[in-house]
């Protein structure tokens, strides 16, 4: 089992509608949560972090954390066309107290059809 | 002002050769990282040293080794290398050591280094 698993994509949405993104991970004692777009050639740039459960809102950005069913995931509200990019999950691993040991999932390609 | 910059941006090189790729960053931050991201986008962490000193080394060839100078600045050299080390490499830092939760641990990327074996 992978420690961090998104499902691939390509996840395609209209223009305006609700992206929804999912994640899960492995390890029960992951206190934090990350999620980091990455646009085709570019380097990864962090959106949202998230460590206690519930819902985080930032903007049209909205993270969910569920420790019990350990799930997290990001919904993109009203969709544009620059929204199109591969959508990082990233758990930190517990343990580490003089780095972050961040463990990241293999990514979900999201498109944005206008 | 640029805060987390690589060189060189690409690397052609030969098999067996030996190769160096820089990084440095401006933000006063701690702690510093090396990732490899794969053909399939898949990114790993390879190491990360908080001022001067090796905290994290994942399961890497010992033809990486990390050097870093001060806290500024985190270089890795590559030996002998291999047709499977293609990839991009992106160095990374974070702003404290990783105590508390959430913003401390945020990695800011550089702009990566493609290298190519052929």
């Known amino acids: 089992q992978k420690e961090v698993e998104q499902n691939s994509g390509p996840l395609s949405v209209p223009e305006g509608a609700i992206a929804s993104l999912n994640c899960t991970y492995s390890d029960r004692g992951s206190q934090s949560f990350f999620w980091y777009r990455q646009y085709s050639g570019k380097s990864p740039e962090l959106i949202m972090f998230?460590?206690?459960?519930g819902d985080k809102e930032d903007g049209r950005f909205t993270a969910q954390l569920n420790k019990a069913s350990q799930y997290v995931s990001l919904l993109i509200r009203d969709s544009q066309p620059s929204d199109s990019a591969t959508y990082l999950c990233a758990v930190k691993a517990p343990g580490y107290s003089s780095a972050s040991k961040i463990i990241f999932g293999s990514g979900t390609r999201l498109s944005i059809r206008p | 002002d640029t805060a987390v910059s690589q060189t060189p941006k690409y690397l052609v090189t030969q098999m067996g050769n030996d190769k160096s790729i820089k990084c440095e960053q401006n933000?006063?931050?701690?702690?510093m990282y090396w990732y490899k991201q794969d053909s399939k986008k898949f990114l790993k962490i390879m190491f990360s040293?908080?001022?001067?000193?090796?905290?994290i080394n994942e399961t890497v060839p010992n033809r990486f080794s990390p050097k870093s100078p001060d806290k500024a600045h985190l270089n890795l050299h590559i030996n002998s290398l291999e047709l499977g080390d293609s990839a991009v490499y992106f160095c990374?830092?974070?702003?404290?050591?990783?105590?508390?939760?959430?913003?401390?641990?945020?990695?800011?990327f550089g702009p990566g280094t493609r290298l190519t074996v052929l």
């Open positions: 040293y908080n001022n001067k000193e090796l905290i």
């Open positions: 933000l006063g931050h701690d702690t």
């Open positions: 998230i460590y206690s459960n």
């Open positions: 990374a830092s974070s702003p404290l050591r990783g105590l508390a939760g959430g913003d401390t641990d945020t990695q800011y």
